[in-house]
């Protein structure tokens, strides 16, 4: 009886997380459509600094996840297949993954169980994320080539990851 009421325990503290719908996105987001995205930094893989403005006049990708979070699991491989695969060689296109609030050492070994080639970076303490949202993964972000956020979404469904995909492919048509 007690490892049951752990296990709903856990259910309930881990989906105050993780969401898998997409209901409490104007609650919970700090960055409506149509507004300019926040600028930060981050560091990258080998160590560099980069920031957002980097990629101004490119189609930007954010997304925020966590390695413990089940819809965010649900939602990577399909980033990795449907999207990166397809749009890895797009001068136009860049896709930033942030694990919140992991180190690099845990997104790299991350990387390396899952097999994942698309750019993973970690945002300890939650920098970055907390200038986008206050709760709930997985997020994504699409931000245009002049820098507005033009598609947001929270928690994973099969609709809105189409709703993304859809989306992106007419952000790159411009």
Known sequence: MKKIILFIL???????FCQDSNNDYMKTSLVQLKQTAPEFSFTT??????????????????NFFATWCGPCLQEMPLIENEIWNKLKDNPDF????????????????????????FPIYADKGKVVY????????????????????????TGFSMEEFEDLKITLDKLLKK
């Open 10 to 16: 856990a259910l309930s503290f881990n989906y105050g």
């Open 45 to 62: 893989s080998d160590g560099k600094k980069a920031k957002l403005s980097d990629f101004k006049g490119k189609v930007i990708l954010i």
């Open 94 to 117: 860049v896709l930033l993954s942030l694990g919140r609030d992991h180190s690099q050492a845990e997104i790299d070994k991350f990387i390396e169980q899952k097999k994942f080639t």
């Open 130 to 153: 907390s200038l986008f949202a206050k709760q709930y993964i997985p997020r994504n972000y699409l931000i245009d080539k002049k820098g507005e956020v033009i598609y947001a979404s």
